[in-house]
């Protein structure tokens, strides 16, 4: 009986585990969107000429800001999701060691239970 129940506790955290990485794994494809997008975005601003009168949207409002202001601001926003998906797979690489773990306790449990 106990042995049951350890099983159906592993077999939980297991799909708990698989659920997280599943979970990285849009994050990750997200955040690669947004990063392609603002590349998109850098590419365009810097065709056009510095004396440029771009209007950065805050809130409800526009904000008149320097055309080098505006790049700098998709830049910054480009290297933080860079950062951040670096953060998310190396959480992942862990979910991912902590699954094999997982899985390898479930099989113990079988063999052990084959076994007697």
């Known amino acids: 009986m106990e042995l049951k129940k350890a099983f159906q506790e592993l077999q939980a955290e297991m799909i708990f585990t698989q659920q997280q990485l ?67 797979e190396n959480n992942k690489q862990y979910l991912e060691k902590n699954l094999k773990e997982k899985e390898n306790g479930i099989r113990e449990l079988v063999t052990s239970k084959i076994k007697k």
């Open 22 to 88: 599943r979970i990285a794994d849009v994050q990750i494809q997200t955040l690669k969107r947004q990063i392609q997008h603002a590349e998109l975005t850098k590419h365009e601003l810097s065709a056009l000429p510095e004396e440029t009168r771009l209007y950065e949207g805050v809130g409800r409002m526009f904000v008149l800001k320097p055309h080098n202001g505006i790049v700098k601001d998709v830049g910054d926003r480009i290297s933080q999701a860079e950062s951040k998906i670096k953060v998310i």
